[in-house]
C-alpha cells in the first residue's frame, strides 16, 4: 500500500519561533476592526525547539495546551 502524504512535515532543525501574546478589546473581536486597541503585552523569539520550550516555560505555559489558530478565538 503506497504511503500517503498528510501534510505533516518533519522536524527542521532550520525552524525559527516568533512568540507573540496579545490582548484584544473583547466588544472587537467579533468585528473588522478586532486590532483596534489591541496591545502586545509580551514577545520572545526562539532560534530551536529547545529554546522555545525555555520561553514557553518563561510564559509558564505547556506545549500541550497550545492550539491550532483555528481553534482559538484568536481573531488572526
Known amino acids: 500500500m503506497p504511503v500517503v502524504n498528510r501534510g505533516w512535515v518533519g522536524s527542521d532543525r532550520t525552524r525559527r519561533f516568533r512568540l507573540r501574546h496579545w490582548e484584544y478589546d473583547g466588544s472587537r473581536i467579533d468585528g473588522w476592526d478586532y486590532d483596534i486597541g489591541a496591545a502586545l503585552v509580551r514577545e520572545a523569539s526562539a532560534d530551536d525547539e529547545s529554546e522555545l520550550l525555555v520561553a ?16 482559538t478565538d484568536d481573531p488572526r
Not at 518563561?58 to 506545549?63: I, M, T
Open 56 to 71: 514557553l516555560r518563561a510564559w509558564q505555559l505547556r506545549p500541550d495546551e497550545l492550539a491550532y489558530p483555528w481553534d
